[in-house]
């Protein structure tokens, strides 16, 4: 071991990596991790890091249960759960939407950790809150994590595959009118879509998703909340109480 390494074994820390790694994920995402590109973060050598995490995969899974931490954990005693369940819901969006490499990594990877399993005692609470119990309680968070997760997954995409097209020295903006200018003449040739092509705005374009993302949300709780017993105290609506 050279110097260098052993210094660098006795001044990194774990979470001093995991952190560096997040950033290095978020930048360049899951393709442009390696113990190398790291280590320059670090002002280190690679082989240092193999002191405090396995391998790639093991860091990967380290940094994905971090940024669980991310997400607030509503007070059960002040706010009623569906309040909770959409608060949730909108932050683990949105803590997507700051780590689209997440969304991917969900594919290869088996997550979990401390920060991952706080989250998901907490949301599992808040559907007992709602008088969900046992399985239907573990269901109704899985199903609103994988609508989470599936709206999450056209933006991690576009994220994904904006660097595919940078990395291969073409403009990402002009690769994605085209394609869009395509898909629209294509589209034109049938009525309904041809309407809404006709009728569309860039701004209508830019909030659709976020407004999309909560009328599905709303439908969802609206269904999950139709399945409760009438006689719960967490059915009744504001004015009842």
Not at 164 to 172: Q, T
Not at 181 to 188: I, L, T
């Amino acid at each position: 071991m050279t110097y260098r390494e052993r210094m660098a074994r006795s001044t990194l820390t774990r979470d001093q990596i995991v952190r560096t790694a997040v950033e290095l994920l978020d930048s360049d995402g899951l393709e442009g991790l390696n113990m190398r590109s790291l280590g320059q973060r670090l002002n280190s050598a690679a082989t240092a890091v193999y002191w405090h995490v396995k391998n790639k995969d093991d860091l990967v899974t380290l940094a994905g249960d971090l940024v669980w931490d991310e997400i607030r954990l509503p007070d059960l005693d002040t706010v009623d759960w569906r309040t909770a369940a959409t608060a949730m819901a909108g932050d683990l969006y949105a803590m997507f939407g700051r780590h689209p490499w997440l969304v991917q990594a969900f594919a290869t990877h088996l997550f979990h950790g401390e920060g991952k399993a706080r989250h998901d005692d907490h949301n599992l609470a808040v559907y007992e809150a709602g008088g969900f119990t046992g399985p239907a309680a573990d269901r109704a968070a899985a199903a609103v994590f994988t609508y989470v997760l599936g709206n999450a997954s056209s933006s991690a995409a576009t994220t994904a595959l904006t660097r595919r097209i940078e990395r291969d020295g073409r403009d990402a903006g002009e690769v994605f009118a085209a394609t869009m200018k395509e898909a629209a003449e294509v589209a034109g040739r049938f009525p309904r879509l041809r309407s809404r092509i006709d009728a569309l705005t860039a701004d209508d374009y830019a909030e659709g998703p976020d407004d999309t993302f909560a009328f599905g949300l709303d439908a969802l709780l609206d269904g999950m909340a139709a399945r409760l017993p009438a006689a719960h105290p967490a059915t009744r609506t504001a004015d009842e109480n």
